[in-house]
């Protein structure tokens, strides 16, 4: 169980809870200006839950997934979008001891964060160092908790393998490069401009691929002397993933999170036979909350204090009001973006 410091807020418990909050929703699936503010119930926390005085919420795929009716929440769980908060926990739920209220954190959540206040297990809370900014804490979440799981653990990296990363300018692109970096991995990222790829070797890769003007199997057989890769993350599927196994080596790991360029894919058994290859995958968000705890144990005791004490920083893009949804999503769907896109409450 993850440990969160006493806040020494005296009075916090006291402090006014409104019973109506602002909370970004939508009437129907469509375009990002379906998005639209709206006043909602203020939620109580209940078992092993906190409730958190929304800060800062990240802006993820999955949210402009489920604004356009393709992925929607799991049962139980908020119809708000956004799945990571940074914040301040200002009422708690049976089971949760009282020394954490008032305790500035950073969450993964089901939904609910686009709102004032959002409620998150506190077994998936992470406690917000001194000095780190809380639009950088929000940002951090969902990104790491997928990676850390589908890099690390799925994916079983050893320190001086090679990682192949699609969208590496992405959210979870920068946070693989990262993160695979920090623990001794080769990084190689497939970006969509020699300007993105440029901003991923900022951010550590080893070598950044611009997908549409060279063929990233015969890069990856360049780079690494036709020996290939250990581990893809992949984000596109699709036609993506014969490509993506011709570019593992042998006893390699294709590791999928996200089906952006299609839901099929064509597959020679034969070359995953010969090769010994490895094919998984995963969603979070459905996963069981004590699963969840589990994951968030490991991530503090192995991944988070690189980021407590300042090693490793979440790449920033741009922070929108909380107002502004809309034009954060259509962001994200133009492609422009590096790095995250936050919404401030």
């Not at 169980?1 to 909050?21: C, D, Q, S």
């Not at 079983?156 to 969208?167: C, F, I, K, R, Y």
Request: hydrophobic share 45%.
């Amino acid at each position: 169980m993850i440990k969160l410091r006493a806040a020494g807020n005296k009075g916090l418990g006291r402090m006014t809870i409104p019973k109506e909050m602002t909370a970004i929703g939508f009437d129907a699936p469509g375009a990002a200006d379906v998005l639209r503010p709206e006043t909602t119930a203020v939620p109580s926390p209940g078992v092993n839950e906190v409730l958190i005085k929304v800060s800062h919420a990240g802006v993820n795929r999955p949210d402009v997934i489920q604004r356009q009716g393709f992925y929607p929440p799991p049962p139980g769980a908020s119809p708000i979008p956004g799945l990571e908060v940074s914040g301040t926990i200002v009422a708690l739920g049976e089971g949760v001891g009282r020394d954490v209220n008032g305790q500035i954190v950073c969450a993964l959540v089901t939904g609910g964060g686009y709102a004032e206040y959002c409620l998150a297990d506190i077994r998936h809370c992470l406690p917000v160092p001194a000095g780190m900014d809380m639009a950088a804490a929000a940002a951090i979440p969902e990104t790491l908790f997928t990676v850390w799981h589908n890099v690390f653990e799925r994916g079983w990296a050893t320190e001086g393998e090679t990682l192949l990363v699609h969208g590496g300018t992405s959210g979870i692109g920068t946070m693989a490069t990262m993160l695979g970096k920090a623990f001794g991995l080769k990084v190689i990222t497939t970006c969509g401009s020699d300007k993105k790829c440029a901003e991923s070797l900022k951010v550590g890769a080893d070598y950044s691929i611009n997908y549409k003007t060279a063929d990233f199997v015969e890069e990856v057989a360049r780079i690494t002397g036709k020996a290939g890769v250990e581990i893809v993350l992949d984000m596109v599927s699709g036609d993506y993933v014969p490509r993506n196994l011709s570019a593992l080596a042998p006893d390699g790991r294709h590791v999928t999170i996200a089906v952006l360029g299609g839901l099929n894919a064509t597959l020679n058994m034969a070359q995953i036979m010969q090769k010994r290859l490895t094919l998984t995958g995963s969603t979070l968000r459905p996963r069981p909350a004590e699963f969840k705890a589990l994951l968030a144990d490991e991530i503090h005791n192995n991944a988070w204090p690189l980021f407590a004490d300042g090693t490793l920083q979440p790449v920033m893009d741009r922070i929108f009001p909380l107002a502004e949804a809309a034009a954060a999503h259509a962001r994200m769907e133009a492609g422009d973006h590096i790095g995250k896109i936050v919404l401030q409450a």
